[in-house]
């Protein structure tokens, strides 16, 4: 049972990148799902969360990033347009399902001129 997280990188103010994270040994739809991101120095927060109450979103990103998942291929994605300085941060995804709590490895985007 994991989480593979891939897609992150550097990029410049105003670009995107999407993150993925492949599930495998179990079934994401089945899952309440989100992306955290921790920032150097920081605590780890929730930035984007898709759930049995919707999708919800941080005020810092809304607009701007979109969760979503394709089920076929068993993967959460999280797009990232018109990215600042400030979203410089390790991101990790996250699945929950009561007692079951599955994290991603971190991956890093860094944006910076």
């Known amino acids: 049972v994991q989480l593979q997280a891939s897609g992150g990188g550097s990029v410049q103010p105003g670009g995107s990148l999407r993150l993925s994270c492949a599930a495998s040994?179990?079934?994401?739809?089945?899952?309440?799902i989100g992306w955290f991101r921790q920032p150097p120095g920081k605590e780890r927060e929730e930035i984007a969360c898709?759930?049995?109450?919707?999708?919800k979103y941080d005020d810092s990103v809304k607009g701007r990033f979109t969760i979503s998942i394709d089920d076929a291929k068993n993967t959460l994605y999280l797009q990232m347009n018109n990215l600042k300085p400030e979203v410089t941060a390790v991101y990790y995804c996250?699945?929950?399902?009561?007692?079951?709590?599955?994290w991603g490895h971190g991956t890093l985007v860094t944006v910076s001129s």
């Open positions: 898709s759930g049995s109450d919707g999708i």
């Open positions: 996250n699945a929950v399902d009561g007692p079951y709590d599955y």
């Open positions: 040994g179990f079934t994401l739809d089945q899952y309440s």
